[in-house]
């Protein structure tokens, strides 16, 4: 702090204005407490975690469409191509099974 700055009072910390050196160096100066601090709250979530129990469920409903539309071909070749995809490569798509 300056000797200008003590008679008027103000500080970098009043006027809003921050060196980005002076951030730097308070989060070094703090490093220590910083870590030991995430490191605690890190191990009590996890703790936490494993002690609640599992109260949770998950379901799933695959349902039909009402109405058919008339994009439904699309959704049959989509599946189609999942299908040559998925196990195949797209390069034997022209060439006779028998050969």
């Known amino acids: 702090m300056k000797i200008n700055d003590e008679v008027t009072g103000s500080n970098n910390q009043e006027s809003g204005t921050w060196n980005f050196l ?3 160096s308070i989060l ?3 490093r220590r407490f910083i870590l030991v601090n995430f490191l605690l709250v890190t191990l009590i979530a996890i703790v936490v975690s ?3 129990p599992k109260w949770y ?3 799933a409903s695959i ?3 009402k109405e058919p539309d008339m ?4 959704g049959a070749a989509s599946s189609v191509l999942k299908g040559l995809t998925s196990g195949r490569s797209l390069k ?5 099974q028998g050969a």
């Open 22 to 24: 002076e951030i730097v």
């Open 28 to 30: 070094l100066e703090w």
């Open 50 to 52: 494993l002690i609640l």
């Open 57 to 59: 469920r998950a379901t």
């Open 63 to 65: 349902l039909p469409p």
């Open 71 to 74: 994009f439904g071909s699309l």
């Open 92 to 96: 034997g798509l022209g060439q006779s």
